[in-house]
């Protein structure tokens, strides 16, 4: 299956598929409104302002598998993302990233690039880079900045 394929719910609990996304570099991550790592909400946004326009999409999957640091819904995180890191980039529907309810996309891209911990997303803000062709190129622990992946994303547009 390519990531193209995959379906996806949006924060108002449809679904899309990423075939709109053809063609673009992708970071998708795992994000929690409560949590040690939320700042980086404010280096995803710079990396969204800085290379949108050069074909970088954000795609950020709140998850509530963390501690319960996202316990809200898709209305309270957005006004949370908006009024604290003036997000702009789409913030998709809660999903699980792990065990047997993980999200197909999840499960997807965790068996394309492994961490730390085998398949097993560890914490919130875990990150894969998915290049224009659709390969998941690259994944980074929660711990990576935004900012430090600039080279990487540089490199694919």
Excluded at 16 to 33: E, F, P
Excluded at 99 to 127: C, H, V
């Amino acid at each position: 299956m390519q990531i193209a394929e995959f379906e996806i719910k949006q924060a108002d609990g449809s679904m899309s598929d990423l075939s709109k996304y053809k063609g673009k570099v992708l970071l998708i991550v795992n994000t929690a409104s409560k949590c040690g790592f939320t700042p980086q909400y404010e280096g995803l946004e710079k990396l969204h302002q800085e290379y949108a326009d050069k074909g970088l999409e954000i795609l950020a999957f709140p998850c509530n598998q963390f501690g319960n640091q996202e316990p809200g819904d898709a209305e309270e995180i957005k006004n949370f993302c908006t009024l604290n890191y003036d997000v702009s980039f789409p913030l998709m529907g809660k999903v699980d990233v792990n065990g047997n309810d993980a999200d197909p996309l999840w499960k997807y891209l965790k068996s394309e690039k492994s961490g730390l911990l085998g398949s097993r997303i560890k914490w919130n803000f875990t990150k894969f880079l998915v290049d224009r062709e659709g390969n998941v190129v690259a994944r980074h622990g929660p711990a990576v900045k935004p900012d430090q992946l600039k080279s990487e994303i540089e490199a694919l547009l």
